[in-house]
């Protein structure tokens, strides 16, 4: 009788999932984003969901929880009700912190969520303080061998994309430089323009307007292809390092055991969403590509994330309490 009354509980179960999948979305939306407000990220994902929310007829709110490397966000939403209604903004972060950290983490990152897509790239660049007598990626790296010890890199906090991103390089360059970790973008690039440091690795977003107006010199982006709005600054790897790339990226995921139709629908919004002109443009100027995926692809790169980080993460010998 047991059995019986719980194989009509797990089909009872069964049932009301798949009607509610396919009345989808039928109330409020709620996105946990792991940053606070007004950073590129939330901007990003604020103008992602404000057009899904036209096109669904139904609210999007977003609820911002920054805090321990993304784990406070990202556990509200593991926890959650598998059924759409409860996102969480995943990033490279996520792939970061599942290696970061001595203690184990209250979830796990890649069986507790579904990744349902990207929703965009955000490239990082080598910057140069314009005294440094280096002009290409393959002048710093011959100045650091020149000066082992002397060139300083600033980053953002240790464990962070860009501290990261730096570590790779210099490991990969087989150069000794101090990588200095700073608070936040603002002090890095002003570490940066008045030479407290010599070099620094950055997203693109904040440090664009500085580019442009030549308060110091971008000499490489770290990314595969070339930024669109810096079309005459090459890739570190087509500089010198080919294996080299390292990029900042967000998406969109759920927990697991959301259904697939449910899925499916977020990523069809996401995708219109970041088809638009409009968005697009935004998002450039913004220093962010636009670009969807499948939920299989945005599983794999966050896969493929967490095995690359945490190999940085193990060299450098940056693990957190």
Sequence with gaps: MKRLQF??????????????????????IKIVVPFGAGGVADLTVRMVAQEMAQSMKQPIIIENRPGAGGIVAANSVASATPDGYTLLLMSNGTAVSANLFKLKLPYDTLADFVPISTLGYFDLAILVNK???????????????????????????????????????????????????????PEVLTATTTGEVNASVEILSPALPQIKAGGFNAIAVTSAKRFVGLPNVPTVA?????????????????????????????????KAALAKPEIKARLLALGIVAQGGTPESTKQLLAADI???????????ILQQ
């Design 307 to 317: 095995a690359k980080w945490g190999d940085v993460i193990t060299k450098a010998k």
């Design 7 to 28: 194989a009509l509980a797990v089909f009872s179960l069964a049932v009301s999932v798949s009607a509610s999948a396919q009345n989808f979305p039928n109330k409020l």
């Design 238 to 270: 087509e500089s010198g390092l080919p294996n080299y790339q390292a990029t900042s990226w967000n998406a969109l995921a759920a927990p697991a055991g959301t259904p697939r139709p449910v899925i499916d629908r977020i990523n069809k919004e996401v």
């Design 131 to 185: 005294n440094l007598p280096v002009k290409t990626v393959a002048e710093l790296i011959g100045y650091a061998k020149a000066n082992p010890g002397k060139l300083s890199i600033g980053t953002i906090n240790r464990g962070s994309t860009q501290n990261l991103a730096a570590e790779l390089f210099t490991s990969m360059a087989g150069i000794d430089a101090l990588i200095v970790p700073y608070k936040g973008s």
